[in-house]
């Protein structure tokens, strides 16, 4: 037999086959490898050994070699140990030992007490100023804030002043002067529509009117305009509209979100869309 046919583990001392690949191995598995780099790496046989200085262990006082510079223990238990000593031995915070620093602070000498300035603070609290003004319907003194300029002292009494009207001509005005409120896709689903049937814009109308009316098969129907990318759209008719369509009795108010269910609508598909009452009437 020859000799690479048979190998001995350094560490172990086991022997096996050699095969015809691998016919030489120094060691069986991966533990007895790192037992015997171990072994190896000790003492003066580590590179590192020879920088290695002479030192004290602060837990048990014992002598220990090592390369590190901040080391203070020779081992992890040492470490352990020392720390839960040095916790038992510092003293607990509690309430007494506040009081007791300040009594110490008061029998501090006048000029100690004059030497420890308190901190400044850069806060400067604003003070109130009350603002007194008279209610411009029943001529009664109240207070009210600079920033409000509050004209009444009470709701009822704006509303007694004709506060409500005052409010709907202002919106009046505004409509005239702005125009009507539309949702963002308003346009664009009445051009989609002019271009295959007739219609009319009632938006001007106001008071539950729906959005428009159109000629689809031989008959008018009305519809309104939601956008669903905002919440007052995706709610529907709100109840001055529902009051509004359950009042009239031509036919159901369908909505319309998008193109194409204008196309749908313009198309006569009355049945893939939303309406409201959702029951048939005549």
Known sequence: MRKFDVWKCAECGKEAPATAHQMRKTYCSMSCMALGYSKRMQGDSNPNFKSAALKTCVGCNKEFKSYNKTRKYCSHKCYQSERALLQA???????????TAKATQKNLSPKVKNSVKPKKS???PRPRIKHMTNCGHCNQEFQSS???????????CFLDSGGAQRAGEAAAMAKRAYGNKKDANHNEIFDALRKIIPVRDLSDAGCGVPDGIAWIKDGWHL???KN????????????RQKQ?????????????????????FATGKFDQLKKFPEENRI
Not at 229 to 237: D, P
Not at 251 to 264: P, R
């Open 89 to 99: 031995s510092k003293p607990l915070k509690t309430k007494q030992k506040s009081k």
């Open 122 to 124: 850069n806060y400067i």
């Open 146 to 156: 600079k920033s409000q300029a509050r004209k009444f002292c009470s709701y009822e």
């Open 223 to 225: 519809f309104d305009v």
């Open 228 to 239: 669903l990318k905002t919440a007052y759209g995706r709610r529907g008719l709100n109840p």
């Open 244 to 264: 509004w369509s359950n009042d009239w009795r031509g036919g159901a108010v369908y909505l319309i979100h998008d193109v194409d269910e204008a196309i749908l």
